[in-house]
């Protein structure tokens, strides 16, 4: 009866929180324990005792069965606080305070219609690339594109760029490649634009940015085509506005010239007057002269 009421129940107990505890120890769950089973023990030795009206165990024994609970409970804590998953938390904190930030190093290119970002992880493209970098936190506007990624170690690289034109938001994407580098495609807003360069103006120009060659080669004759159809548009628009102006100047010089003739008209017409009027005064003279005579 006594192992049946006690020592059974607790080994189950045992052996089912050392197996969880195995499970924790590699990794396969982040859950914290409760003690539930142990609290069962506890809370069925002390209904037995009551309802048995008597004590099953000796005191002595039943102290050494309670403490044994408690070191249960201390040895919880301990595989807890030295988890895998704890201990990953506690490793990444600390190399989040010790990262080194980085300004990456890209190179970049456009075809008619898209932009490319090529970056490299690492502050210029010539030295190494750092490996396994992973995002932690992207960014992108219709003008602004900036991250921050790091290694999981010992490196952050944070970037921050404020476009030539707006790009279509919706449409962006990227991708990480296998030797520390990460793509991105933007595609323009304004495909009928060639960008001079990609930063905004006004804005202070990348260090570390370079042509993408490459890619710049295979669509260079398209860009070209492109500037030649933007340059007409341009110089259309140019024929249309000198057109719009002519015709305006004109305008404007045959309204001064109808002005003048008006004025013209105007002053004559008052010397008319004034001589008429003078004209009146001289016959009126005549003929007080004449009466006078």
């Known amino acids: ?46 209904k037995d005792s009551n309802q048995s009206g008597s004590e099953l165990l000796p005191a002595e024994e039943k ?47 456009q075809s008619p219609d898209l932009i490319f970002i090529n970056f490299k992880f690492s502050h210029r493209l010539s030295a190494p690339a750092t490996l396994n970098v992973v995002e932690e936190k992207v960014n992108i506007t219709n003008s602004v594109i900036s991250f921050v990624m790091h290694n999981n170690k010992d490196k952050e690289f944070r970037f921050r760029l404020d476009l030539w034109k707006d790009i279509k938001v919706d449409e962006v994407s990227y991708s990480f490649g296998s030797v520390g580098r990460c793509t991105f495609t933007l595609p323009k807003k304004d495909s009928s634009v060639v960008w001079p360069r990609i930063y905004a103006a006004g804005a202070k120009k990348p260090a570390n940015m370079h042509l993408w060659y490459a890619v710049h080669e295979k669509y260079e004759d398209k860009l070209e085509e492109l500037k030649e159809n933007s340059g007409k548009g341009k110089d259309e628009e140019k024929d249309k506005d000198s057109e719009t102006k002519t015709t305006d100047s004109e305008s404007q010089g045959d309204m001064k010239k109808e002005k003048k003739d008006k004025v013209d008209d105007k002053q004559e017409k008052q010397k008319e007057d004034d001589d008429t009027k003078k004209s009146k005064i001289t016959d009126t003279s005549e003929i007080v002269k004449s009466r006078e005579m």
């Open 1 to 46: 009866m006594f192992f049946n009421s006690f020592l059974l129940p607790f080994l189950l107990c045992l052996s089912s929180f050392l197996v969880t505890q195995v499970d924790i120890t590699l990794g396969a769950t982040d859950e914290s324990l409760t003690f539930c089973d142990l609290a069962v023990f506890e809370d069925k030795m002390k």
């Open 63 to 109: 102290g050494r069965l309670l403490q044994l609970v408690d070191k249960v409970k201390i040895l919880e804590g301990h595989f807890l606080k030295n988890s895998i998953p704890e201990k990953n938390r506690i490793a990444q904190n600390a190399n989040a305070k010790e990262r080194t930030i980085i300004v990456p190093a890209f190179e970049w290119a």
